[in-house]
């Protein structure tokens, strides 16, 4: 595929990037306590990408979608965990540890249950999740590196303030892969893929 054929391609993606920056404020979901509205944006377009990692599948598209769910579920088991051990005489330094430990084995043996098995989705949603709650609080460290909690509550009404927004740009960044692998395909049947020389 020649130059003039190709920045094609690029054009497209960018307009595509333009319409999500442009609607990213009417998805709901997202609310100030979580840098909302607009906090969807840099959700949506890491699974943006997340779905091209997966193969670009619809079918695919849906576990990473699952496997960002199973991560979410798994912050909060961790955070929920991390909470009750931190509050005894372990401290939150070594209780979230132990919490991260004893989580992560179930979550890691999805990998066994099919729709289930994309596991990088599954640390991404995670982190996700961790990140957007450390925004708006979550855990942090203080300046003797002991984890304290900080901002949003740790309770299902905070869970769910950063749950639903991540799991609806999840979605928006699903749909935006599934459109650019139909689009991107369409086009380059038309011209002629491959590599430019």
């Not at 979580?34 to 079918?59: D, E, H």
């Not at 199973?70 to 979230?96: N, Q, R, V």
């Not at 991404?124 to 300046?143: C, D, K, P, R």
Request: aromatic share 12%; net charge positive; hydrophobic share 55%.
């Amino acid at each position: 595929m020649s130059f003039g054929k190709f920045i094609v391609i690029p054009i497209l993606l960018g307009v595509q990037a333009a319409i999500m920056m442009l609607i990213a404020k009417f998805i709901p979901g997202s609310t100030p306590e979580v840098g909302g509205p607009g906090l969807l944006i840099f959700v949506a377009f890491q699974a943006w990408a997340v779905y091209f990692a997966a193969g670009c599948t619809p079918k695919n598209g849906v576990k990473v979608f699952l496997a960002y769910a199973a991560g979410i579920a798994a912050s909060i088991a961790i955070m929920l965990l991390g909470d009750k051990l931190g509050a005894t005489s372990l401290g939150y330094y070594y209780g979230y540890a132990i919490a991260v430990f004893i989580v992560v084995i179930p979550a890691i043996s999805l990998e066994r249950v099919p729709m289930m098995d994309f596991i990088p989705g599954l640390f991404i949603g995670s982190g996700m999740f961790f990140a957007i709650m450390t925004l708006g609080g979550g855990v942090g460290l203080n300046e003797a590196g002991e984890a304290v909690k900080i901002g949003i509550p740790h309770n299902m009404a905070g869970f769910k303030s950063v749950l639903v927004p991540e799991l609806i740009g999840c979605a928006v960044g699903q749909v935006f892969g599934f459109i650019t692998v139909a689009w991107r395909g369409a086009y380059e049947a038309k011209v002629g893929g491959g590599k430019a020389a």
